[in-house]
Each structure stands twice: as C-alpha cells, then as structure tokens.
C-alpha cells in the first residue's frame, strides 16, 4: 500500500490490527482534530469508551514555535531550561490550561476524563510528522499508569516510528514511507475536520456505549 484512501478505511484497517483487544477494560484516546474520525471507529469495533486528549505546547518566549514543554488537562512537561523564567512558564501554564479546557468542555461536555489507570490505552492520531504533539501525550497518559500503551497511526516516518517504539508496549502503523515530508501526501482524501465532525462523532460513541 502506498497511498491510505481517507481517514475512514485507514481506521478499518487498524481496527483489523487491534482485533485482539477487542472487550478487554481499555480506552481509546483520539488526538483531535484529525485523530478522531480514526479514533471512532476503532472504539465502536473493540468497544471501549472513546475519549480525547487535548494538550498543547509551551512556546519559548523569544520563539513560540519552539516548544520547551507541554501542558494537558491534568500534566505539564518543561524542558530544564536557565533561560527561561519560572513566572513565564507558570503564566503560560495558566493560560494554556484555561484554553484546554474550553476546548475539551466544547467537544466532551461535561463529561469527565476516563481514567487510564489499569486500562489498555490505545493513542491515536491521522499521523505523525515530527512526533512531538505525540511524545509530550505519550508521557502524559504513561504518568496515570495505564496496563499497557499502544499507539495506532495510519502513517508516520521511519524515525519517529523509532523513538515512539522505545517507549510505548506496541506500535501498529499502516505506512512507513521512507520519503516523508508531510501526513497529507499519503491520503488520497485528506480534508480538514471541523470541531463539528468531532463532536457528531464522539457523541455518537457515547450514545452507543450508552
């Protein structure tokens, strides 16, 4: 396979690959926006709650696209850093969580965040490019202890697969090209997805766990 069709067929696909957790105590974890419509199906088929993780980088004052840690719901990571004051990154700390958690309220409601301890938490996302967004939520759903930790992508690079095997149980992923520049170019249908989408999907997994 050298192209992946859309979101849906690859999620069919890793689902297939996931069979054998299939109604074992779990969750899938979807990184959103573009990790849910993957996410979905793989949690109806195995049927284990759906939830997302939303987490976001900590910008270096002198270069916000240059992260020196992260911050989820209930985590934060910072790089050890002398160059940067203790009051910036608690001040984006604040903000950033702030921000966090309008955005989970948007798509999960009320609804608190399932537990990962003791379960088998499966992360997914539409792809990896550097990695980074992934690692910082890696390390975040491993501080709750979880019985095992995989990750399923569609497509990722060789090199990011590398350093997400050396820290998680398993990896299952459908495409390595060895030519990667972005996860768009493996897609034959690669179209934004709105928080809309998102929330008609993780609403339509709670009614059917329900």
């Known amino acids: 396979m050298e192209y992946i069709p859309n979101r ?31 996410a979905a199906p793989i949690a109806r088929r195995l049927g284990m709650p759906l939830d997302v993780i939303v987490s976001k980088k900590i910008g270096h004052p002198a270069n916000p696209e240059f992260a020196i840690g992260a911050v989820s719901l209930e985590d934060v990571e910072v790089d050890k850093r002398s160059d940067v004051s203790q009051e910036y990154i608690q001040a984006e700390v604040d903000r950033i969580k702030q921000s966090l958690r309008q955005k989970y309220q948007l798509f999960m409601g009320s609804r608190q965040p399932v537990d ?7 992360i997914v996302d539409d792809g990896i490019a550097t990695g980074k967004t992934l690692l910082s939520t890696i390390h975040m759903a491993r501080h709750k202890q979880p019985r095992r930790l995989i990750v399923a992508v569609p497509v990722a690079p060789k090199a990011a697969i590398k350093q997400i095997e050396g820290i998680v149980d398993e990896v299952v992923c459908l495409l390595v090209p060895p030519m990667f520049q972005a996860v768009g ?5 690669f179209e934004q997805v709105s ?16």
Do not use: W
């Not at 890793?14 to 993957?38: F, M, S």
């Not at 170019?185 to 249908?189: A, G, K």
């Open 8 to 38: 849906q067929i690859a999620a069919e696909l890793l689902a297939d690959r996931l069979e054998r957790y299939k109604g074992q105590k779990g969750v899938v974890l979807a990184i959103p926006r573009g990790g849910v419509p993957v």
């Open 116 to 122: 990962l301890h003791d379960r088998v938490v499966i």
């Open 185 to 189: 170019q493996f897609y034959q249908e």
């Open 195 to 210: 928080d809309e989408e998102v929330i008609r999907l993780l609403r339509q997994q709670d009614r059917s766990q329900g």
